[in-house]
């Protein structure tokens, strides 16, 4: 069992990690697709991921050393179906009318790997048919496939990282794999009656898709500043090979980028949502954009307001607290007075937007300050439930 255990512990170390990284898609495609991401699904989902990364650490692990498989001489393919069968009849130990031979013969290789082999993808046929809704055909192709994987990993020695199989790639294991998948299939709804079915997963999904949360709000944000660092670093790059524009910045500190900050605002925030009435690249993923109270078309005044107190406005006061260490240490008294009010005037000024997205959170109220001063607030472009099921 020793050989089982040390690759289900590298998953517990290497999970966390490949959670993290994969979360980020999920959310994104949880939003576009329900507008909304639930803890049950992710603990689904990502469940099936531990599964899986278990699975193939089976297959791969423990890995020996180069120099050590160069030496092999063993068999690499055994392409005899049912030998298990035959292995089995040929080297048990069991007596059918001897009781003591049954847990010995239990504990025998020619048992436990054909055993193992079938359990291993038990599991992938349940959550076939749990959450994905597979037929039992769709189950066991699946499972053939996922499978006839595993054995091209160990024939190929890693992807050719060895210089032979290190591993026996064998007929048998995807007649017993396949056949895991099917019993898997066979005792979903034993195992599964007391959890939600996919159905209502989707339908809980789809009623907190039509509103729009604060988080909801942050993907969309985080996807467009994604896509503004790539288009202004490739810009600035660009650019930066003409001469003439690299003259306009010599001897500024900073002004480069302060332009481009501004300059993004105005396209992304400001003309684009214009052009495609209230949604950026992030709102159009996650399936929200912005509406102005009584009209059909968001109007461009209603934009330069509402991203103008968000950025231009708490963008200048930022720029001028990250850049106030120099003047609060002038040898101008009056100079340092001045400067030491407006931080403290600009640092109540962010203690106030805080402020105002704490109380939205607590009082689920979600509009922040800037929608109420240019009349304009969020939507869900989420409509109809057949919408969802569709995709």
Not at 280 to 308: C, D
Request: hydrophobic residues 50%; proline residues 4%.
């Amino acid at each position: 069992m020793s050989a089982y255990a040390a690759p289900i512990k590298t998953a517990l170390i290497v999970f966390p990690f490949l959670a993290f990284a994969i979360s980020f898609i999920l959310v994104i495609r949880e939003y576009r697709k329900y507008g909304t991401f639930l803890f049950r699904r992710a603990l689904i989902l990502y469940s099936f991921v531990f599964y899986l990364l278990c699975a193939y650490f089976l297959v791969i692990l423990p890995l020996p050393p180069r120099a050590e498989v160069a030496q092999y001489t063993s068999q690499i393919l055994e392409l005899r179906p049912f030998y298990f069968v035959s292995r089995f009849l040929q080297d048990t130990v069991l007596t059918i009318h001897d009781p003591s031979t049954f847990m010995p013969a239990l504990r025998q290789g020619v048992v436990l790997e054909p055993v193992f082999n079938v359990l291993l993808l038990v599991p992938f046929g349940v959550y076939l048919r749990y959450y994905y809704k597979f037929s039992l055909k769709k189950v066991v192709l699946a499972s053939f496939l996922l499978s006839f994987f595993f054995e091209v990993t160990q024939l190929s020695g890693l992807y050719f990282i060895y210089p032979r199989p290190y591993r026996l790639a064998d007929v048998n294991d995807l007649i017993n794999n396949t056949l895991g998948g099917i019993v898997g299939y066979t005792i979903t709804p034993m195992l599964t009656f007391l959890f939600p079915t996919r159905d209502e997963l989707d339908e809980v999904a789809y009623k907190k898709g039509q509103s729009v949360s604060l988080f909801r709000r942050f993907v969309a944000f985080l996807i467009d500043w994604f896509v503004i660092s790539i288009v202004q670093i490739m810009g600035m790059l660009l650019l930066n090979l003409i001469p003439e524009y690299k003259q306009w910045f010599i001897g500024t500190t900073g002004l480069e980028e302060r332009l481009w900050f501004f300059a993004m605002v105005f396209l992304v925030f400001m003309l684009l949502p214009k052009l495609t009435n209230g949604e950026t690249l992030g709102k159009k993923v996650v399936r929200i954009r912005v509406v102005e109270e009584g009209r059909e078309k968001i109007r461009f005044r209603a934009l330069v307001i509402r991203y103008g107190y968000l950025y231009i406005v708490y963008g200048l006061i930022s720029l001028y607290m990250t850049n106030s260490a120099d003047l609060l240490n002038s040898n101008n008294r009056m100079l340092q007075l001045v400067s030491f009010m407006l931080f403290l005037f600009c640092s109540f000024l962010f203690v106030l937007f805080f402020i105002n997205v704490l109380y939205v959170l607590v009082r689920k109220n979600r509009r922040l300050f800037y929608e109420k001063a240019s009349r304009t607030y969020t939507i869900s472009t989420i409509k109809e439930k057949k919408n969802i099921e569709n995709q």
